[in-house]
């Protein structure tokens, strides 16, 4: 017997995004990828485990836990290294925690995110995220039915334009309940919030009454320029923090964290939040905790220095790709360029603007006949925005591969405007 399924929310394209990622590759093995943003394979380090785990059970060995019992059983469904993350976000990330509590580690951003937005979304109201945004926030209020409200990325980044956006639709008796921002190098496009952005972006969530999620995938990776506080730093009674260290360690640990609002008068999410995951995950597992755990105690709760190498690196392909750019697409006679790009002073992504409309079939025809995959910046839109515009990843593709790749896109490009 076969049941017929009508139409529903998994047809929707937002959903299908991380799939064609890594569908696309496998489908045409001899292209060169600049489509995904995973790190580099060569920064991957599998020592790194043991390392972990041999801190973690000197740690242990100095209290009266039992290590095989914190190993090999249930844990905590908020987790067993939250003091830990604590103490880690206290170094690098400038941000007081008053309470362990207040965190959840998570098995990476998704579940994270997924927890978040069902803490907060009980009854109604509306996430308002920028456009293009990561498909992994969109995807996940789809499927939980929250109202999502795309903002114009230019609109997004003005403090006065994003205020009138929000106005208008109180203004219809649409209740906005969180706000979801990339704080640093955001993904597709990798823009980012000045300092001056943030504080009003934290102001408008204090006289709207709404939430803001940072995401912080990218902090680490700045190649330019002096670091930013987080909004979770400036004023954490209106932000949930969203963390991963898929960027920051390796993603095959399938880490990540949440930390709630905190502040005299704030509403505890910790009671829910936990009774989220022990309905979706139970509890993350404990020897991944323990990796992470053991690694920032041996790193003195910093991963600064573990990803000082990877930054180099990046920085270096990053000016790699650009040096590429600037070369395959020459200003011409009257100094303007047929194809533009954004420079950005950190993370994995150069978007870049071409003087035609590409989206999927474009980007199935440029990996099949021309051997080399971007990924359209389109399909990371609710609002058909960006049809002209590709995001390329430096992060996993080495510098020869990024020379080649972006002469192939020049022969795409040429063909295409014959």
């Known amino acids: 017997m076969s049941i017929a399924f009508e139409k529903t929310i998994f047809e929707d394209p937002t959903l299908n995004v991380i799939h064609l990622l890594n569908s696309i590759s496998n489908e045409n093995p001899e292209a060169i990828s600049l489509a995904s943003g995973r790190p580099d394979d060569e920064q991957c380090d599998h020592a790194l485990i043991d390392k972990g785990l041999a801190s973690y059970a000197r740690y242990i060995a100095d209290t009266e836990h039992s290590l095989a019992t914190l190993l090999c059983q249930y ?8 003091e830990i993350i604590a103490k880690y976000l206290q170094v690098d990330e400038g941000i007081k925690i008053f309470t362990p509590e207040s965190i959840v580690v998570c098995m990476g951003f998704q579940e994270a995110a997924t927890l978040t937005l069902l803490a907060i979304f009980e009854g109604g109201g509306v996430l308002l995220v920028p456009d293009p945004v990561f498909s992994g926030i969109t995807g996940i209020a789809k499927l939980l039915r929250i109202k999502i409200v795309p903002v114009p990325m230019d609109t997004f980044l003005d403090p006065s334009a994003l205020r009138k956006v ?100 704030v509403m505890s999410f ?33 991963l600064k220095n573990l990803n000082q190498p990877r930054v180099l690196s990046y920085t270096k392909k990053r000016n790699c790709m650009i040096e590429c750019l600037e070369r395959e697409f020459p200003f011409k006679d009257n100094s303007r360029r047929t194809v533009t790009w954004n420079h950005p002073t950190g993370g994995f992504f150069i978007n870049v603007q071409l003087p035609f409309t590409f989206e999927y079939s474009e980007m199935c025809e440029c990996a099949r006949n021309f051997k080399v995959i971007v990924f359209p910046t389109s399909l990371f839109s609710l609002t058909n925005e960006a049809v002209t515009q590709v995001r390329l990843s430096f992060s996993n593709a080495t510098e020869s591969e990024i020379q080649q790749a972006i002469g192939r896109l020049r022969a795409y490009i040429e063909f295409r405007m014959q």
């Open 166 to 265: 929000a106005k208008e639709l109180e203004s219809r008796g649409e209740k906005i309940k969180a706000l979801y921002a990339i704080s640093d190098f955001s993904n597709p496009t990798a823009d980012s919030l000045s300092y001056e952005d943030r504080k009003a972006m934290l102001s408008l969530a204090n006289e709207i009454d709404f939430l803001i999620l940072e995401d912080n995938a990218y902090s680490y990776f700045r190649y330019e320029g002096d670091k930013i506080p987080s909004m979770k730093s400036i004023d954490s009674s209106r932000v949930f923090l969203l963390g991963s260290f898929a960027k920051s360690i390796f993603p095959g640990l399938r880490m990540g964290y949440l930390v709630a609002p905190e502040g005299a008068g």
């Open 270 to 302: 910790s009671s829910r939040l936990c009774k989220a995951k022990s309905l979706i995950t139970v509890n993350t597992p404990a020897l991944c905790q323990a990796v992470v755990g053991g690694l920032l105690i041996e790193n003195n709760y910093s």
């Open 75 to 82: 844990g905590k469904t908020a987790g067993i290294i939250n």
